[in-house]
């Protein structure tokens, strides 16, 4: 059990001393100093207080080494997605740390993609992973960076990196908005995403590209999300306006050839 490890670091964590925890929870200082000793265990009474007041189920607070996790995670737990309170099924991520320990941003290149299919639960994995910093983001999040291939999300081009903001909790994914997702058959995707769990228990997979017709994907299918947060690139991309031209004149073109190959054999 970690309760008092626990107890004496949320507590810090809201930078209340013992007495005004023992204020908040009706209750004396040296109660709470014996909590936090791990002396004696608390009453009922005492630990529904401090569920409701740092907004955690009491598994978390006697089960969870909370002191142990990353801040990203923390702020996940904190923010409704406390595995015990919420059902979801929580997985703590395997994660890098820079010498500061800042999370890293780690890289998912094309040839790493199939490895990381297989291995993105992998500690060893992912520390293997090369990865960088984006000082704009902020530390209560955990982003992942994944190399995209093909057309199918113009005018993100091919070969492209786009950076993703895990989600815990895949009821929060919002309609239409681009979202990396890890696959149990397809691998890494990258597609705008509309939330039909709850009606019929899939996302529905929309790409960009109108030529890629949208797909269902089953949640029993899918290992990881990540939110498109921005994309990097070191080509301008071309407007929708001009693609679609340039699709047009091909047709076009191929029709005009069709032409002349029919008029060609009639002679």
């Given amino acids: ?19 005004d925890l023992a204020e908040m929870l009706n209750t004396k200082r040296s109660s709470i100093n014996n909590y936090e000793n791990g002396t004696t265990f608390p009453p009922v009474n005492i630990l529904i207080g401090l569920s409701d ?41 395997a994660t890098t740390v820079d010498a500061r320990n800042k999370e890293n941003i780690e890289i998912v290149s094309i040839k790493a993609k199939a490895g990381y299919t297989t291995g993105y639960f992998d500690p060893e994995f992912i520390s293997a992973l090369p990865n960088f910093q984006l000082p704009m983001l902020t530390r209560e999040k955990k982003y992942r960076a994944f190399q995209i291939s093909g ?4 005018p993100v081009r ?23 997702v890890l696959t149990l058959n397809e691998g890494v995707v990258f597609k705008n995403v509309r939330n039909e769990l709850a009606e019929k228990g899939s996302l529905r997979m929309i790409s960009l ?18 939110k498109f947060v921005l994309y990097i690139t070191d080509e301008i991309p ?10 047009k004149l091909e047709q076009i073109q191929q029709e005009i ?11």
């Fill in 1 to 19: 059990m970690f309760l008092s490890e626990n107890l004496k670091f949320l507590r810090k964590r809201r930078r209340l001393t013992q007495q």
């Fill in 53 to 93: 007041l740092f907004h955690l189920s009491i598994d978390t607070l006697v089960r969870i080494n909370l002191p142990g996790l990353r801040e990203s995670q923390m702020y996940v737990i904190e923010h409704g997605s406390d595995v015990f309170v919420k059902g979801n099924e929580v997985r703590v991520l």
């Fill in 151 to 154: 057309d199918s999300m113009l």
């Fill in 158 to 180: 091919d070969k492209s990196w786009v950076v993703g903001e895990y989600v815990q909790d895949l009821h929060t994914i919002k309609d239409d908005h681009p979202y990396i």
């Fill in 209 to 226: 590209n109108t030529e890629y017709d949208p797909y269902d994907l089953p949640i029993g299918e899918i290992r990881e999300v990540w």
């Fill in 238 to 247: 071309e407007s929708a306006d001009n693609q679609q031209i340039y699709k």
């Fill in 257 to 267: 050839g069709k032409m002349r190959n029919q008029a060609a054999n009639q002679t």
